[in-house]
């Protein structure tokens, strides 16, 4: 089955709350896993299908519901009946062109995020992720491009490591928040180490393949800066946003990867400065260099301009030339434009131009 | 009957509230539709003129009445008369250069957006709506320059789907702006597909006209985001403006198409940056090629001219020039003058000037 | 009398309230007009010296005196004596230099407002005008420069046109206010249209007289900006001051004036960005045309610098040359020539140089 | 005794409230002016040394103590003691880094300003005054550079005239920030002035030195600006500032200044947008004439070098060469050469590249 | 034991509140510091080890615990235990990447800032100083590369000088900030010595060189203005931050050390202008040197392109050319070659091309 992308257009017309996958169907099949589990540490961890969505009971203290692949609508249906979820949001969790956001529904708070990878190529790859934070459960949403981000959350899940099994639904929703803001400094550090590399590259070659190199960093960057900055404005509104889902204790730890948003915004925004440097640098070394050449090359033939202008007087074939006839014309006559040679080049040097 | 364009000029000196209209005639013939709807669908639908326009009956829940072209002043005059509008609302009707604003007048709010289509030739056409939402009724005006961009709304309404009947007059207007938003996503995608084409030109070739074509799609970027700005404010203003008209369950629906517009002032952004560097690269190319081009020329004359210096000597006439004399003469001035040549290149290229 | 024109360091080391003309003297006579208007029409019409100014009587509703010529000191300072105005005012009436502003001196409020004109030459010439919105009393001064442009208002009141003489000073204030308004839309079509003509230029030839205009048009724009947005702020803080004297209904008129020269600022906003590009495309346009015309001459001359070398050659007079003696010396060597400036031809043509 | 100057940094590891000064020692002696004034005018005006300080006796309404030098850190710590004054306060007036500031004490305000005077040479000069606002009392500091620039205020208040001697100490230090900003108007004009003298130049020639000028006011401007920007800041502080030191008819003249510094701050962004189109203009002539001097050249160039070819053709010495023993071999030749001037001169023209 | 520099990147996957060291380890051994004093002066001073931390004793009125290096993350752990810190604050003292901050426990207040110094070869090294405010007991945690800088805060204290003994643990912060911020005067005060140095070298000479350092010094600029802007926040939210742990006196000295930021951001701006300014003036420099020498040498060459033509006409070997015959040929046509010469350089100067 190929890959195929339906865009944002091909909605209009369509009534609101129509549910339309916008975007890449990147997994063949769209895989759901539950958790539940409490204090004590993990209850029971099952991969469902769509029909056994439901609900969660009451023995467990959270149920974390993870579904890999958004482009099946009717899986992403039946979880809004289930669950009483609002068919704009399922709107959204369907159109994967979305803006990390918050939106509080009152029962639920929603927030979409985008996921940063490092593809092969050093092109950075982008993913939604959908977070809904119950009272008592959380559903998740992601594209499933780049492998499951969640899993080291599971694992302190089933270790029952850190405080994540002692607290609600919101402190699992910030631990995913954390994992990926994390994978951000991962990307970031990165394109800082080809930054470094390349400046290296650009200061003793100028070469404009990595003149290229460059364009696409800086674009990376925007790209980069665009994602992150409203990701800050999304924790930060979770935060502050004063839902009663979001407890006082989960808002601590909040501020923290506020902050880490932050330095990354810092770490992009310094990398921006740099590269502009190294652009200026580049273009500086670039016609330092053509002037260097033309410069030199022009000196070289305004030298020469003149001696050819003496030859050609000495080649003329008027019948009374008299120097012609002159036993030292000749030696004369090539001592004379070394002369004109050597005080040419003086004149240059003295005004500084060569 | 040709058409007319009116400029806002021609109105200094009137009294505040003569109304005038300013812009393109573009219908020959206004049209006047009129939608009554209710819980349980349509009720009435009638294409009605001037004369038979009155506040809405009873019975029907909503009362929805679309006016296709505002050059009429007098059609605009007596609907405004007969739902009490006040008359800067109608001179502003009449105004198509209004800016989109949302203004509330108490007992109504009125909205004026622009709607955004795609002429043949790839410009951006655009066309002024303005909605005026009362109690219970409705009242759009459109130019007629695109057709009629509401007929989504009108088949909802017929065929009772979605929530539309169900609702008042304010979700029909959310219906509206959704249609006139969703249609920028259109205009914003084909811009998109154009700017890439054009990178694939630019890359490969320094074609001025490519150029001209960069520089009218960065016009037109410009336009384009110069009319969406405003409908975000415009929509936030609807949907927290507090005016009683504007329901509960339609602020959420509002908030939806505000994320809307802000995706598509995102997506213009991150086209005017791609712009910026293609028109970085392109000129980059343009200096590079013309740089190499002058580099190589001059080292060809460089290198002939000290050569042509060199056989000028020999073509001086002194009667007593040694070497002319000589039988190995002429091969070995040749022979010098490819070593004076091969010794240039080499020193071009050890200096990487080549 | 020849005009004077006083500059604002004049006045450095006078005490505060001192009251000093500071501008060009543009009247020889100043020319005082008394209106008196009520519910039924124009009560009384004078015109005065500045002996006779009184406060307001009690039979008419509105008085309205306007002042042409502002630099005879003592009519304004008797003016603000028979008012009671406060002498920072009466300096701020005096000093042409004044911002647009509004300050509420609780019992009136004061308006300072710049009347723009087109002069012939196409230059836009800038004029004060002082409101000062009493009670039952509205004062206004012009300097006098562009003819009375309150003409169309002092007809409403005569012919009892419209709502301006059922309202109070504020209604006539905003009537003033929209007169001045409205002729800056008149500034500003000329301004696009000499914009527009002149983009129909650059694009055809590269006249440096056009980039001339261009750059007298751009220094007026930033002018005409620079006049224009602290209107903007101005009619805001009018309308949401909360001064008793702007009434209710006078304040939607307001709003409308306000979203008057929010367009105003959105066109002049829109014919920065279009002169940016015009200077771009011109820019561009002169460094094609030079490089075009550098790269065909240095490919003329680089074509024949190897062939003036070759005829060099042919041109020395060893003795010993055995080419010279061949019969099919000549010949051989022309066309051996046209073969390298065929090839040279051919090699740019395939580097795509020419 | 030669001038000292103390920086900044020599202030590091100091305790905090250690007083030192920091700045240029400009006076050889400090001198201290005690004025006492009351509604009826001058009271007592001594020149007294830093033992006779003492707090305000209680007969006078007003006691304004003047300072000119501040490099005698003994003086304004004895000041300090008598009036109370918190040591920071003290350390501020002693640094004449200062940036424009109010701050309210509580008892007191204290105001930090910079006073502007141009120097001969045209260079702008700046000097750092703090006023002190008490309940009845007034302390300011001058660096003493600029002479004294409160000299009106004393003879305002020698000859009781406008409202000076009937306010309390708030009104006094409006008239002397009134004094200071009046100045700022001198200093801008005269840039302006010089501006417009550049702009003449400019224009009619490409000299490096004006460039170097117009540079050289740039960065004045900058300057200038740095230096008024938060001047506004710090009178609407004043005015809004709550402090009940500041009075209610104060407040009024305060936002009198306040528009001053408005205004100076418009007229310096004119004349910044003013040279940044000199500089454009500027750079412009000097790439068009380099330009034109180039083409031309190049043109002449190319006409000869083919001429050159094809005399260097008939310099060659073949044997059989037919051409050289025509009868009208030459002259032919000779128009030949001609033709080919001038047709490539019709074709330069045709290509309007001459 | 070499160094070792952990990355943030490290910390992906890890649960939140696990504590890893972030940054350089620059000292061998962490080396701990408590000092104990009250209103009479210095208590106790130990060098302790990390067993021997204990909360603060009844007696003293304020402990300040110092610790020197960061990398020791038991340490860390174990003085959290203690004081019964947050785990992501003793998180964020370990990660050396964090940004400028302050941030409020309740029952403490959290302060991280840089501390710069020079290093020797003219580069601004940063260092992170951690600053914990508790109700009698203050932690500060430094990176130990710069040296202990709160030497002179210790110093005060056994000396009981100033005010530092007989106020709280808030003011012995302040003293600390204080101290910090005295350093960057220095630091920006060295920058502004090299730019003026720079300048000089510039304006007299168009070194590369010079270019290459004015981009460093611009880039640390940068540098410090990012570390800078954010401590100007951090001391604003300590001051107006509402925590009862920073009492009213503290809060008049904190907004002194704030007006010292601002102080230095404003220094760095006018340096930031200062070295834009001169870019331009070096890039201008450039341009106008190459131009010149462009010109002269095309003027050089265009001069004897037209006379070489001239030679090259009597150096063909027609037959029949007259002039080669006449006696006074060859004199006659050097004349006018020097007439030709003279012609054209008249012709240039008249042009102003030379």
């Known amino acids: ?57 009451d023995g467990a203290a959270v149920t974390w519901i993870n579904v890999d692949g958004v482009h099946h609508v009717e899986i992403v249906e039946r979880l809004g009946t289930a669950f009483g979820i609002h068919p704009l949001l399922l709107e959204d969790v369907l159109n994967t062109n979305q803006r990390p956001k918050v939106e509080d529904f009152g029962s639920y708070v929603y927030t979409v995020l985008k996921m940063l990878s490092l593809k092969p190529g050093g092109r ?38 850190g405080r994540i099994c002692r607290m609600g639904p ?21 394109l800082g180490d080809r930054l470094d590399a390349l400046e290296e590259q650009l200061l003793t070659s100028a070469d404009p393949a990595a003149l290229r190199r460059l364009h696409d960093l800086r674009t990376e960057l925007v790209t980069l800066r665009r ?32 902050d880490h948003t932050v330095q990354i915004i810092d770490a992009l925004d310094a990398y921006r ?51 012609l006839r002159w036993r030292w014309g000749y030696p004369v006559v090539m001592v004379g434009m070394v002369g004109i040679a050597l005080s040419m080049v003086w004149y240059f040097r003295r005004k500084r131009w060569w």
């Open 1 to 57: 089955m190929a890959k195929r992308v339906r865009r944002r257009s091909q909605k209009v017309g369509l009534a609101p709350g129509t549910l339309v996958h916008v975007g890449e169907e990147t997994v063949q099949k769209v895989s759901i896993t539950v958790m539940e589990y409490g204090e004590s540490g993990l209850v029971a961890e099952r991969v469902v299908n769509a029909e056994q969505l439901a609900p969660p009971r």
């Open 124 to 161: 950075v790859d982008s993913e939604q992720v959908s977070i809904i934070i119950g009272d008592r459960w959380l559903i998740t949403f992601q594209e499933g491009k780049a492998g499951d981000v969640f899993d080291p959350a599971r694992r302190w899940i089933r270790e029952n490591r």
């Open 170 to 190: 919101d402190h699992l929703a910030y631990s995913l928040i954390d994992l990926i803001v994390d994978n951000y400094f991962a990307v970031v550090e990165d």
């Open 227 to 258: 994602s992150v900055w409203p990701v800050r404005e999304v924790i930060a509104g979770l935060q502050r946003g004063g839902s009663a889902l979001i407890r006082e204790p989960t808002q601590v730890y909040l501020r923290d990867v506020h």
């Open 273 to 323: 400065d740099m590269s502009a440097g190294m652009l200026e640098i580049y273009l500086t070394n670039v016609s330092n260099r053509l002037n260097e050449v033309m410069k030199v090359l022009t000196i070289i033939a305004t030298i020469f301009i003149p001696l050819t202008f003496v030859v050609g007087i000495y080649g003329m074939n008027f019948d009374v030339m008299p120097e």
